[in-house]
């Protein structure tokens, strides 16, 4: 099955740092663009993050860029979004999502939680 | 507040047929034909239901189909279904990044 699976969520104080991961299964991960979104529990999905196959390009939402750092490792087949300065608007399910290469995710995580709280 | 604007919520009866409409700007859906539709029933992920406007994945019925005119993309879903009752996400690709409605949930009554 193609499966993603997201982990590393949890509580942290306003500034602190969180890292997640995403765990890939059932297809060649390395051929495949990886996203993160968020969604507030009842609100709408943000994109947050994006990252190609390779490892060697990626871009930000502005309203986490400089704090947020999207990365990979092909080998463990692993996605990674590391969280810096976390503020009480990060508060959200994090999911992990393949690229569909037709501008869109067709695979999604169960998504992970994060809350900032002071 | 989200870039795209979607009603907060619709509803019909087992059968009927049910449009939601998404309005983004002359800089997402007006300029990209590259809208998607995502299903997400309550504590689930999103599940995409359509692409490129109108392009069904595979395994999603053909009562789910899409439209564009101008900067407002729609979703219509006909002989509605018990199951079809969730929210359902419009996003836009928007000059190297995503954006996304704030989410429409749909009753079957």
């Known amino acids: 099955d193609v499966q993603v699976a997201e982990s590393g969520g949890g509580l942290v104080q306003p500034g602190g740092s969180l890292r997640l991961s995403c765990a890939a299964s059932g297809f060649t991960f390395r051929n495949y663009w990886m996203h993160w979104v968020r969604q507030v529990p009842g609100k709408g999905l943000v994109w947050v993050s994006r990252?190609?196959?390779?490892?060697?390009?990626?871009n930000h939402a502005d309203s986490v860029k400089g704090r947020f750092t999207i990365s990979r490792d092909n080998a463990k087949n692993t996605l990674y979004l590391q969280m810096n300065s976390l503020r009480v608007e990060d508060t959200a399910v994090y999911y992990c999502a393949r690229d569909s290469d037709h501008y869109c995710t067709d695979v999604w995580g169960q998504g992970t939680t994060v809350t900032v709280f002071s | 507040q989200s870039a795209l604007t979607q009603p907060p919520s619709a509803s019909g009866s087992p059968g009927q047929t049910v449009t939601i409409s998404c309005t983004g700007t002359s800089s997402d859906i007006g300029r990209y034909n590259r809208v998607s539709w995502y299903q997400q029933h309550p504590g689930k992920a999103p599940k995409l239901v359509l692409y490129?406007?109108?392009t069904r994945p595979s395994g999603i019925p053909d009562r789910f189909s899409g439209s564009k005119s101008g900067n407002t993309a729609s979703l219509t879903v006909s002989g509605l279904q018990t199951e079809d009752e969730a929210d359902y996400h419009c996003s836009s690709y928007a000059d190297n990044k995503w954006v996304f409605g704030g989410g429409t949930k749909l009753t079957v009554l």
């Open positions: 990252i190609n196959g390779a490892g060697t390009y990626t």
């Open positions: 490129e406007v109108a």
